[in-house]
């Protein structure tokens, strides 16, 4: 006998399979921020990207601080 061979589509033969069909491809389609975002924010490319954006953040921080201090305590 023949085994079914499973896959990420299902099929039932009772319902409307136009829609089913439909529904399946876009379920499996993604939008092109989501590709983008699962690129750049998982794996070890998203953790780099966090790891730069926390330091760049922390300049600047830092550098607004520091500018805010100079003018704040600035000698008249």
């Not at 089913?20 to 092109?32: C, D, L, T």
Request: a positive charge.
């Amino acid at each position: 006998m023949m085994e079914p061979q499973e896959s990420g589509v299902q099929y039932s033969r009772w319902s409307n399979s136009q829609d089913e069909v439909s529904m399946n491809m876009q379920a499996s389609e993604s939008s092109g921020c989501e590709r983008i975002y699962t690129k750049l924010c998982t794996g070890k490319l998203g953790i780099a990207m966090k790891v730069a954006g926390g330091i760049i953040v922390f300049w600047i921080i830092f550098i607004i601080g520091y500018i805010t201090g100079y003018y704040v305590h600035k000698c008249k």
